[in-house]
């Protein structure tokens, strides 16, 4: 048997037994010390595992270097590969790559998380620009362009920064850049000239850009040539022949599953739920991997990527296909648009094919190119056909082992001879696709392709139709489809807009739907709206089109209008005070470089410790049912398995939860309550066993004389089904609704708002580690905002004294509201099934679970009355809002006084409620990103737009005139409304008015619209009030003997850069004590992760506050340490004349002086709730036709006070 042989950042691998589903990630995380691979969402969508992949080719003596997604490649498909991981890159032993240098610097990087896969994809750009014939750069600079810099990252998600800082990192590596452009940054200051910023930045030489493939590796490929082609039910055929009795031994393998793969990226779609044991690699195999071209056309080997089909598209070569050259560059832009760079560099032409052909994919590359007459290559058995695309999609889907062999794309002047030899034809082809984002990574919600040879009539008064192929696809449909009843009717029609509207009816009765197909009307309006825009420009301007086209016009001039799709271009203005140094400073991020390198710690990169478990969620299906047992489905024996830990195991109390509002039970006790609810949890030798083990698990349910589950507010309602908010969490009603209305001009009764929810999307999942120790004493580690409460729930669950229990929170790679709650049932899981099992225990929720148990942001229906002047002033408003809260209270009773705090940022005249907090049976919602004030935000500015366009009159007058004055603020938000003066928002208002140019920018957009039938542009200005309250926060600073800092504080670093600000707010407390050597103190500070029994009282991290609070609890710390140092110092001064913190401190350890402080930051009465204003202008603009929309232009000016440290608070800007 052979083995597999690579390398991994230049170190060699040579495994002899592998099981071939294992994926490059899950051996790159369990087997290697290369953590910097995450996993995040496990289907190529996120960009968080990116490596780069190294091929050597013995024959060229070439490298090919291209990214790939490791959560979706196999382990057995990177034989005599290279492989470069973030820490490949560069890491903090053998030096950081400028990368990774830069993306601190730029503050780009906060949770981390996807920070690594950033930099993967951003140097494999770099090594690939060094490939290509251009230029020679400008020194310190790279082949990339600016665009090509930006593009770089596409596909590369991140949560938590603004892609801002993002594209400034990427930006700086650029030859055409213009230093100016580049955002705020730690390495130059305002006004420097550009040789001085280049000469700050970390250096880069881009001849020393290289993936650097090892040497022994290519020594071993000259040597052994093919080293693995069979073994471990890998098998890499290199003929059709060997393939063909591969495909004809496994009749005789009865009940083993045989795979065909190539890139294996499909797995990303359709999610495998069992393993499979025996796969056969395509890509060896010269008929299935070969390029052809001739005069007729390109010949595609199916396994060929769908990079290097692009590149062939748009290649230049002898046969001058000139049309035709236009119809492939059309294939290769639209191709372009699919899924990543990630995914296309791995994913094959076939593989895509066949995923439409045999599974209904929603596939971009059937619609193309079946709009162009591809031909197909299908084997089965001993058997070789021909047929086209179209006849292969409309077959029944193809036998498992039917092997596409290639695909043939007609070159169009060949086959329509009469095209290219006249002179008054011409031909046209134009791609479509509608998506959530259209730079890829999202599928379709309808593509479509259409190819057309049209002349001039005659008398030139018309454009006709000679020919046309109309493909549609991805709607909702069995496959892509030719709409050939249009095609039929438009040949040789002359166009008029009566031929269009007959062309358009008869579309509508093509694009039917199958059932349950989300947006149906959409996508059909998107079909028809693809085909006007197609058609229409040759009925709207024959003239134009006859003298364009004469000089080679190629339907070019009806493109849209090119708009900047990236982040073009920012400005940041920051002014800072040396006042209180280093805060307000805008220092880089703590710990950005060794994220950028891959080399910080998430909960899930602590190394397993012997003998660890790992569990899986078992939850239930049905919303309302009785559990009368789990068992596995029979048959599949899941491997692996431990222990099955249900309620009946817990020793305390049965709680995942325990809040001020109530306790969740951990595991449902006999009737689960939602679909999602924890039953059980499964505990296995590897996560992946204990994923499948929960995914094979079968729930014997009784629903017998159970009531029908409350499935929307609205039955909630009618079943009387509400939380009880306590009275102190109940906002007051403002003013005299009923006297407001009667004042009134107009009244708008009883309308409507729906608003949904929304999933965090936290790149990394729900995650815990729990190891049992001593004395019946456990330590969780976790990833969550609120360690505290973890600590409680744990310890109650357990039934076990507070002691007993530590919890350690270092670092969370992404939160956002998801883990102050979510977590916490999560960890104690965990901590159930370690104390039982006394065995180490641990979770790496899979996407798909994490999403179906998470809840997200609460729903709403609303239903509002108000009352106005016709100048648009409003009197009164009266709202009824109804909050599904889902099943258990969470923190959903903290939601009415959220969203009333949000809805008062306006002078309503008088303010009227009722807030009902429903309990349904759906997955409790949680917090999640200014909760309840984002629904609100929604809410005010919908009744403000309906105000306006009622009395018909401009929406930002109607926004102006009830806008509070000082008096009305007061009257709404009684004692929090500070002094007049602090009332910023009427100036902030004004100031952004002028700095946008909001007003001259409204009356060009009017122009805009008034000469542009399809595209439409609009502007608004909208102000917020946010109430900030604060809650009471511990710090603790401790100094060593060497003069070095420890910081812990309560709240914890979420990637919001609290640890960056508290180091900040300690140098400059401790600077106090004024002796020599305190300008260096920041780089003797270090802010320690989250203990909870070394510091108690940490609370939640949420609301945006934690970093001012925990920032003054240390300053309290240091102010008690500079006191007991202060007659020291003194002392000191007086004997040595000066006296350097080093000595200071080595004296007062001599002196026994208590080095080490803690307090407890309790808000006083005027700065527990402030208020913070801000306004912000966006323009932009929809496509009628298409619902496409562009954001144009945001501005936004945010009244944040002293910004502790305006590099990460501007780093959390979206841009
Ligand atoms: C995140 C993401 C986004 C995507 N977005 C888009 C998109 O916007 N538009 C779009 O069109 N596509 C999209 N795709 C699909 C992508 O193009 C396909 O996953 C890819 O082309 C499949 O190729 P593969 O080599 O990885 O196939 P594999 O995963 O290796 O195989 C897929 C299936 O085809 C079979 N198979 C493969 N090759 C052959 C062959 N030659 N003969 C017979 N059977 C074969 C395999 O057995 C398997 O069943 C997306 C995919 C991902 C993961
Ligand atoms: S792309 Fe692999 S984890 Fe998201
Ligand atoms: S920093 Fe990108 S996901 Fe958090």
Redesign the pocket.
């Known amino acids: 048997m052979s083995s597999l042989v690579f390398a991994v950042n230049g170190q060699r691998f040579e495994l002899s037994n592998v099981d071939p589903s294992t994926t490059l990630l899950e051996f790159l995380r369990s087997q290697t010390p290369f953590k910097s691979v995450k996993l995040s969402?496990g289907?190529?969508?996120c960009g968080a595992c990116v490596v780069l992949l190294s091929k050597y080719d013995p024959l060229l003596d070439q490298v090919e270097d291209f990214t790939v997604?490791s959560c979706?490649t196999l382990l057995c498909s990177v034989n005599g590969c290279s492989i470069t991981t973030a820490e490949g890159v560069g890491n903090s032993k053998d030096g950081f790559h400028p990368i990774q240098e830069r993306f601190a610097g730029f503050h780009a990087s906060q949770c981390g998380f996807c920070t690594p896969g950033m930099c993967v994809s951003f140097f494999s750009a770099l090594v690939n620009a060094d490939k290509t014939n251009g230029p020679e750069p400008r020194p310190g600079f790279s082949k990339l362009t600016v665009s090509e810099a930006e593009k770089a990252i596409a596909g590369n998600l991140c949560r938590c920064t603004g892609y801002r800082p993002i594209v400034d990192a990427c930006k700086s590596f650029a030859t055409d850049v213009d230093m100016e452009d580049l955002g705020l940054n730690s390495f130059w200051k305002k006004g420097e000239s550009d040789e001085v910023k280049l000469s700050r930045l970390p250096s880069y030489n881009h001849c020393n850009a290289s993936s650097k493939f090892p040497e022994f590796l290519k020594n071993e490929i000259k040597a052994g040539g093919d080293l693995f082609s069979e073994g471990h039910g890998w098998y890499s055929p290199t003929s059709i022949e060997q393939l063909q009795s591969l495909l004809e031994m496994d009749d005789d393998n009865n009940g083993t599953t045989m795979?065909?793969?190539?890139?294996?990226?499909?797995?990303?779609?359709?999610k495998e739920l069992q393993c499979n044991e025996r796969y056969?690699d395509?890509k060896y195999i010269p008929e299935?991997s070969i390029i052809r071209k001739d005069q007729t056309g390109i010949e595609i080997g199916?396994?060929v990527?769908?990079s290097r089909a692009i590149k062939a598209l748009r290649e230049e070569n002898e046969y001058e296909f000139r049309q035709g050259k236009m119809v492939f560059k059309r294939i290769a832009d639209h191709?372009e648009?699919?899924?990543?760079a990630f995914?296309?560099n791995?994913?094959?032409?076939?593989?895509?094919?066949?995923?439409?052909q045999?599974?209904q994919?929603?596939?971009?590359?059937?619609?193309i190119l079946l709009s162009v007459g591809t031909l197909v290559n299908?084997?089965t058995g001993q058997k070789i056909e021909k047929l086209t695309l179209e006849e292969l999609l409309e077959m029944p889907p193809?036998h498992?082992k039917?092997?596409?062999?290639s695909i043939k794309i007609p070159c169009w002047e060949s086959r329509n001879k009469d095209i290219s030899s006249e002179n008054d034809t011409k031909l046209l082809f134009e791609t479509y696709?509608a998506?959530p984002r259209p730079l890829?990574?999202?599928?379709?919600y309808l593509?479509a392709a259409f190819l057309a040879e049209i002349s001039l009539c005659n008398n030139s008064t018309g454009v006709m139709l000679k020919y046309c192929q109309l493909a549609f696809g991805?709607y909702g449909t069995k496959h892509s489809i030719k709409a050939r009843k249009v095609e039929e009717f438009l040949t040789g029609k002359v166009l008029s807009v009566g031929v269009l509207y007959d062309a358009i009816k008869l579309l509508g009765t093509i694009i039917t739907h199958d059932d349950g197909i989300s947006s149906p009307a959409y996508r059909s309006s998107l079909a028809v709206g693809f085909l006007f825009e197609f058609l229409s420009p040759l009925i709207d301007t024959p003239a134009e089109i006859s003298g364009g086209w004469l000089n080679g016009y190629d339907n070019g001039q009806f493109d849209e209008i090119k708009l900047p799709t990236l982040m073009s271009s920012a400005k940041q203005v920051i002014q800072s005070s040396k006042e209180y140094h280093p805060v307000g400073e805008p220092i880089p991020k703590t710990g950005a470089a060794i994220q950028a390198s891959g080399e910080a710690v998430y909960v899930d990169d602590i190394p397993s410790p012997t003998n660890c478990l790992h569990g899986a969620f078992i939850y239930s299906t049905e919303p309302l049912a009785r559990v009368k047992g789990i068992k596995f489905n029979p048959g599949w024996s899941p491997d692996g398995v431990a222990a099955l830990i249900t309620v009946k195991d817990i020793p305390g109390e049965n709680v995942g939860l325990a809040t001020i509002f109530g306790n969740e039970p951990l595991y449902a006790d006999e009737v689960a309550q939602c679909a999602g609810d924890r039953i059980a949890f499964v505990v296995a030798d590897t996560q992946k066993h204990a994923d499948l083990a929960a995914n094979l698990a079968v729930i014997d349910y009784d629903k017998e004389n159970l009531e029908p589950p409350i499935l929307s507010v609205e039955e909630a309602v009618e079943r009387c089904s509400f939380f009880e908010v306590p009275s102190f969490l109940c906002p007051e009603q403002v003013g005299d609704f009923s006297k407001g209305m009667a004042e009134a001009d107009h009244q708008i009764l009883s309308a409507k708002l729906k608003l949904g929810s929304q999933y965090y999307f936290y790149m990394e999942t729900q995650t815990a580690l729990a190891v049992p120790d001593e004395d019946n004493c456990i330590v969780v580690y976790t990833s969550n905002q609120s360690p505290e409460f973890t600590h409680d729930t744990i310890a109650k669950c357990l039934g076990i004294p507070g002691h007993n229990v530590r919890v350690i929170m270092r670092r969370v790679g992404g939160g956002f509201g998801g883990k102050a709650i979510k977590s916490i049932p999560v960890a104690t899981a965990c901590a159930l099934a370690t104390y039982k099992l006394q065995r180490p225990v641990r979770i790496y929720m899979n996407r798909k679970t994490d999403m179906i148990m998470a809840g997200g942001r609460h729903p709403m229906k609303i239903t509002y009355s108000v009352g106005f002047k016709s100048n648009g002033k409003i009197t009164a408003l009266k709202l009824d809002i109804l909050i599904d809260a889902g099943i258990y209270p969470d923190v959903s009773l903290v939601m009415p006084e959220h969203i009333v705090g949000t809805l008062k940022k306006y002078d309503w005249g008088a303010l009227s409620f009722d807030i009902k907090v429903c309990k349904t049976n759906l997955p409790s919602r949680s917090a999640m990103r200014a909760p309840g004030e984002v629904q609100a935000s929604f809410i005010t500015e919908a009744i403000i737009e309906h105000v306006a366009s009622t009395l018909s009159i401009d929406v930002d007058s109607v926004r102006n005139i009830n806008l509070h004055t000082y008096n009305s603020l007061d009257f709404f938000y009684k004692n929090n409304a500070g002094e007049p003066l602090e009332y910023t928002l009427p100036s902030i208002w004004d100031k952004l008015a002028t700095s946008s140019s909001f007003y001259r920018r409204t009356e060009m957009i009017k122009e805009f619209n008034r000469s542009n039938k399809w595209r439409k542009r609009g502007i608004s200005r909208v102000p917020t009030v946010h109430e900030v309250i604060l809650r009471p926060t511990p710090g603790k600073v401790c100094i060593l003997r060497d003069g070095s800092i420890v910081v812990e504080v309560g709240g914890v670093e979420l990637g919001q850069g609290l640890w960056t600000k508290v180091k900040q707010m300690t140098a400059y407390g401790l600077s106090l004590t004024q002796c020599g050597g305190t300008d260096e103190l920041l780089e003797k500070v270090r802010v320690i992760q989250a203990d909870t029994l070394s510091l108690i009282q940490g609370g939640m991290t949420a609301g945006s506050t934690t970093s001012e609070s925990s920032c003054e609890a240390v300053r309290l710390c240091c102010n008690v340490l500079v006191e007991r140092l202060t007659a020291l110092k003194e002392r000191l001064l007086k004997q040595m004349g000066s006296i350097e913190w080093e000595t200071l401190i080595m004296q007062a350890y001599m002196n026994s002086v208590n080095l080490s402080a803690s307090s407890l930051f309790i808000p006083g009465i005027s700065s527990r709730a402030y208020l913070n204003y801000g306004a912000a202008v966006s323009e932009v603009e929809i496509n009628l036709l298409t619902g496409g929309t562009t954001i144009l232009q945001t501005d936004l000016i945010y009244d944040c006070g002293q910004s502790l440290n305006p590099a990460v608070d501007l780093g959390q800007v979206i841009a």
């Open positions: 969402c289907e190529g969508g997604s979706l795979n065909i793969v190539v890139g294996n990226t499909g797995t990303g779609y359709y056969i395509l299935v199916a396994s990527t769908i191709m648009k699919i899924a990543t995914i296309r791995s994913g094959s032409i076939g593989g895509n094919l066949i995923m439409a045999r599974k994919f929603p596939s971009d590359i059937a619609t299908i084997m193809l498992s039917s092997v596409l062999l696709r998506s890829g990574n999202a599928l379709p593509n991805a």
